[in-house]
């Protein structure tokens, strides 16, 4: 049997592009933040998770500039052994103040983060109680964590649903310790995580707590602070992780807690330890991007007004936005060819958006997920909602 095999069969990819419908790899040419370049022509980009815009911000740009020249553009090496420089501890220390915990660990990419801080907490026994829709990362550290530990029990609950989750804890082992891991806001639907009621079954079974809130900071909270600060509930979450590929303007992760957790994971999370650091240059943009979102409020409220617009004028053209509350905003379309069919209508009429079906959300939840940036203006967005209700009313969605 061939093992190459499956690959010669694999023709779906192809068989949409001859179609003129596929959605993904889409290359940009320019990146100016609310506008890019694709396919020689300028477009609205309401598909990027570049909530405050900080990417083309110039001082965070000048930041990683300086810290190349000074630096390099590389730390060769691992956090572990040669490549930890004194701008990553300082960062650390930001970001632990920034989220209220003691310590923080970064790492290379929020992927990473997931993987190396999940599997390396759970051990033998350990149950891992996960919601149904959390982001594909945190599988992987489960099941990388699973793998590593066959005696571990793996739970998942239905998503959102906080009875549920009760069920599953009354079901497991009192004895056993025990770890719900949930997205703060949920990567595709742009919904919230009940964490007052979460909480209150964490305290109740004993509980740890990981909450990842990589489309929270810098979007949600007063101060962009997360779903921690929306709902004021800081000491009652164990372990919160962010990526600085969103808010952040940046690439890679990092997890904070309990300076005693951070310590453990420092030293053995093999994805930290047998990966290189993350360079000069992303990490001072991050520490520019944070010094920014603590300094200047007005992006944060900026983007919520701008979130809170999108939600009412699409519920009120009729379009289905599901529970979210945030500026992640879904057009449920709840069909895998109409959702296509619908982003290249977008395309062409010059508005980016992402195209998400199955796997990724359940077949009957497919959604074109469209997603807002501080930095758009007015005008933009009533362009946005202007074509969306032309081609939803001409597709027969709203
Ligand atoms: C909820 C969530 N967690 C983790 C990650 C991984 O972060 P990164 O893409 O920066 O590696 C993502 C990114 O898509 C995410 O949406």
């Known amino acids: 049997m061939d093992i190459f095999e499956k690959c010669r069969n694999f023709t779906a990819a192809e068989e949409y592009q ?130 590593l530990n066959p005696r571990v029990t793996v739970k998942r609950y239905l998503h959102n649903n906080m009875d549920d989750l009760q069920r ?28 007052p009621r979460m909480v209150e079954l964490c305290q109740k079974y004993q509980v740890g707590l990981y909450l990842d809130d990589a489309h929270a900071l810098g979007v949600v909270g007063k101060t962009g602070r997360g779903t921690m600060e929306h709902y004021d509930l800081w000491d ?62 007005e992006h944060v409220q900026r983007l919520q007004e701008i979130g809170a617009k999108m939600r009412r004028e699409f519920q009120a053209m009729g379009f289905d936005t599901g529970e979210s509350e945030t500026p992640i905003v879904p057009l449920l379309v709840r069909d895998f060819d109409k959702t296509f069919g619908l982003w290249r209508a977008l395309f062409e009429a010059g508005i980016y958006t992402n195209a998400v079906v199955a796997p990724a959300v359940p077949p009957d939840r497919s959604l074109l997920r469209t997603s807002y940036m501080a930095t758009h203006t007015d005008d933009d967005l009533d362009r946005v909602l202007e074509t969306c209700k032309k081609i939803g009313k001409q597709m027969g969605i709203i």
């Open 168 to 195: 599953v804890l009354e079901a497991v082992n009192p004895d056993l310790p025990k770890i719900i891991v949930t997205d703060g806001v949920f990567s595709m639907e742009g919904d919230l995580v009940k964490l």
């Open 236 to 297: 009652e979450v164990d372990i919160v992780m962010c990526t600085f590929s969103k808010s952040f303007a940046s690439l890679g992760g990092f997890v904070a807690g309990k300076k005693e957790v951070i310590n453990y994971i420092k030293h053995f999370s093999r994805q930290l330890i047998f990966s290189a650091a993350i360079p000069p240059a992303n990490t001072a943009a991050v520490i520019k991007a944070l010094e920014i979102i603590e300094e200047e409020p």
């Open 18 to 147: 001859e179609r003129g419908l596929y959605p993904y790899f889409v290359p940009i040419s320019e990146n100016h933040g609310p506008r890019v370049v694709m396919d020689g022509r300028e477009m609205i980009m309401i598909g990027s998770n570049n909530y405050l815009g900080l990417t083309k911000d110039p001082r965070v740009q000048e930041a990683a500039i300086k810290a190349i020249e000074q630096y390099g553009t590389s730390c060769s090496g691992s956090r572990f052994l040669n490549g930890t420089y004194e701008m990553h501890m300082q960062l650390e220390e930001k970001l632990a103040r920034f989220v209220n915990k003691e310590a923080a660990q970064v790492f290379s990419t929020g992927y990473q983060t997931n993987a190396g801080a999940i599997s390396t907490l759970v051990e033998k026994k350990t149950i891992i109680i996960t919601d149904k829709t959390n982001h594909a990362s945190i599988f992987d550290g489960v099941f990388l964590g699973s793998a």
